[in-house]
């Protein structure tokens, strides 16, 4: 149990999730290609708020007709996910991908409401 993933989640108009999938979809052959071990994302369906916690939408400050997406990258190990943040932040189909996800005229993903971080393994329970 050596993995180590890059978490995130953010808000996304609810009109635009297909449109996002195809990106996503991409955005995560990407990533393998630059050694993620997998890469996942998920919607949110159940989001309700439990009494004395945050759910997910108050963290990103989610508005009407938005909902959530969740996801994470799989990596060997911490020096494996700082390699591959580096070959991604300079492959140019990234910013190809993610430009028209942030046009100004329509933007589609506000990556000013996005939480995520790097995690080491903690628990692992089979």
Known sequence: MANYIDGFSFPILEKHLDRYKEVAHSVGKIWKEHGALAYYEFVGEDLKKLEGTKSFPDVVEAKEGETIIFGWVIFE?????????????????????????????????????????????FVEVE
Request: hydrophobic fraction near 40%; aromatic fraction near 6%; proline fraction near 4%.
């Open 77 to 121: 190990n911490r020096e494996a996910r700082d390699v591959a943040n580096k070959r991604v932040a300079t492959d140019t189909r990234m910013g190809d991908l993610i430009a028209p996800l942030v046009d100004p005229k329509d933007v589609i993903f506000d990556a000013g409401r996005m939480v995520f971080g790097g995690f080491q393994s």
